[in-house]
């Protein structure tokens, strides 16, 4: 089930959670950290996997290591966190973007890499297939 932080999801609705948020100027979105902030213990009691989006790939790359990433994960004990690129649309930027990031047209694009995401995805798939197969202790 897909569902957008700022509805407030309740993790404990759901065995396993993967979140994300784009990152922006080389952190996650505030949205996204608001929500960890809250859920936090919830995020904590279950499997947990993060991923960043950012301006990672194209032609002029600039480096968004997703930084609130790895410590939010640290902070909740996510099982991983994955950086991927993501999109650019200049009509979106501000002109002091479009400035620092240069008049050119390799900028703005779609760089998002799907087959990685649905490789990623289908290792979390994977992982929580054993958890479930694992017999219980007890």
Known sequence: MLAPVERGPDPAAFDAVVLGSAVYAGGWLQPACRYVGAVAPELRA??????????????????????????IGDSIGALGHQVFPGRVERRVLSAAERHAWGAGPGMAGDFRDWPAVRAWAGEIATELAARQAAPMAG
């Open 46 to 71: 279950r499997p947990t996997w993060l991923f960043s989006s950012g301006i990672t790939g194209g032609p002029t790359p600039f480096p968004q290591r997703g930084d609130d990433g790895r410590w």
